[in-house]
């Protein structure tokens, strides 16, 4: 009975808040851009009068999580230092030039009868936001909820929890200096498994759940919510070097799609490579092993880096498991292709239609590449590194939906809303 007792009492406390964040949304949709761009100034403002405070607060939580044995990746998603939080603040400003997309008319027509229809943009209401060690996270859901006029919930990591305090409070603090309800911003302190389904499944009180993080959270809200949801996928991405590539562009692309920042769901997992370029492989290798890489390779490209003299304690062979790895960590699976045709096949059975890549100078290839593969970024010549609220030119992002119905690829402002239809009449009615 107690344990009972204690879900019960679990529940109340959440569904106290979602009913505050409520009451806040609808106050916040009826502000205007004006209003809520003060109000992202001002949030900002006041996380970076607060930086020493919330780098703090993060200092502890990174040093329980290494204290605690999480993996490098984990703990890289987790840090955050003052240039982080400057980058993250810098969105947030952007956030505030970009145009509102809230009453957008997206259609206007007028009827044989009279009637003047419009089809107009308007926010979701209450998004609530389950995600693990990010804090950047928790700025940025935050910032896209209010210009869009929703009140946002975050459920964020048991990791980062005293990080979000810092953050939440300072973001309370910077609407309450300009008028708009401080409780639109609501962080969840239960960090408990339990609090996960009780917000995914409030249905009446959460108009919308966004997951991000690993594939086994975001599948236990797929699967467990009664609310609706955005799925943002895992990063399984490719790079796909063609016969035709500008070698010392492909080496670049290679390394900063998986080096740069490794553990982040647009970094590439594996990179598939011609078989008419295997003398190629030595030099690429090469670079990547001297940047700290470890490479899985198949058991062809491993024979032909092995006849090459190329061997390292870091280079070791592929297993299939390799090629459906999200790694999220410096380690690079490889594969020798037999053409265009292959490496789509390839990337159409282990990849998570996250971002995928060509490098060609075959224009016709790299059309086919493009047309032919189901993601939700697809790149010629370039990064997957890219696939990101901010380089999209949104100021942040919410996620990266992987899915195709509302929203799909780096969700930003105009993802977080919906639309109503806006009908005017002279007394029309329906025969």
């Not at 405070?53 to 490098?72: F, K, M, S, Y």
């Not at 899915?403 to 239809?421: S, V």
Request: hydrophobic share 45%; glycine share 8%.
């Amino acid at each position: 009975m107690r344990v009972a007792g204690a879900e019960a009492g679990l529940k109340e406390a959440i569904y106290a808040q979602l009913r505050v964040a409520q009451r806040a949304a609808r106050a916040l949709a009826a502000a205007g851009t004006e209003e809520k761009n003060r109000a992202l100034v001002a949030m900002a403002d006041a996380i970076w009068a607060r930086r020493d405070e919330v780098l703090a607060a993060n200092a502890q939580d990174v040093a329980a999580a290494e204290a605690a044995g999480d993996t490098p990746a984990r703990i890289d998603r987790l840090r955050l230092t003052e240039r982080r939080l400057e980058d993250t603040l810098a969105g947030v400003n952007q956030v505030a030039s970009l145009p509102d997309p809230v009453g957008t008319v997206e259609a206007a027509y007028t009827r044989p009868n009279g009637l003047r229809i419009e089809k107009v943009r308007v926010p979701f209401g209450v998004i609530a936001m389950v995600y693990e060690a990010r804090p950047n996270v928790t700025v940025d859901a935050a910032v896209l909820a209010v210009k869009t006029g929703n009140a946002a919930v975050l459920r964020g990591g048991r990791e980062a929890l005293c990080t979000n305090r810092a953050l939440a409070a300072a973001m309370r603090d910077g609407l309450q200096r300009t008028g708009l309800p401080a409780d639109a911003v609501q962080l969840i302190e239960h960090v408990d498994r339990g609090s996960v389904d009780i917000l995914i499944q409030a249905r009446g009180l959460v108009d919308l759940a966004i997951p991000r993080g690993g594939a086994g959270l975001i599948q236990r809200v797929v699967e467990n919510a009664r609310v609706p949801v955005i799925e943002t996928g895992v990063g399984n991405c490719h790079v796909y070097v063609h016969a035709d590539a500008d070698l010392a562009m492909a080496e670049r692309i290679v390394l900063n799609a998986k080096l740069q920042r490794p553990s982040v769901c647009n970094a590439i997992e594996t990179v598939l490579v011609d078989r008419a370029l295997s003398g190629w492989l030595p030099r690429l290798v090469g670079a990547l092993l001297h940047h700290g890489a470890e490479v899985r390779a198949c058991p062809e490209s491993l024979a032909v880096l092995r006849a090459a003299g190329v061997v390292h304690e870091r280079l070791r062979a592929a297993t299939e498991e390799d090629f459906a790895t999200e790694f999220l960590a410096p380690i690079l699976a490889l594969k020798l292709v037999d053409g265009l045709e292959d490496a789509i096949g390839h990337i159409d059975r282990y990849g998570t239609r996250h971002s995928e890549a060509i490098v060609t100078q075959n224009a016709q290839a790299a059309e086919t590449f493009l047309k032919r593969i189901d993601a939700a970024a697809v790149y010629h010549n370039a990064s997957t590194r890219f696939t990101d609220g901010f380089e999209f030119g949104f100021g942040a992002e919410i996620g990266i939906s992987t899915q195709k119905l509302h929203a799909r690829g780096p969700m930003g402002l105009a993802e977080l809303t919906t639309y109503k239809y806006v009908v005017r009449g002279t007394g029309q009615v329906r025969g």
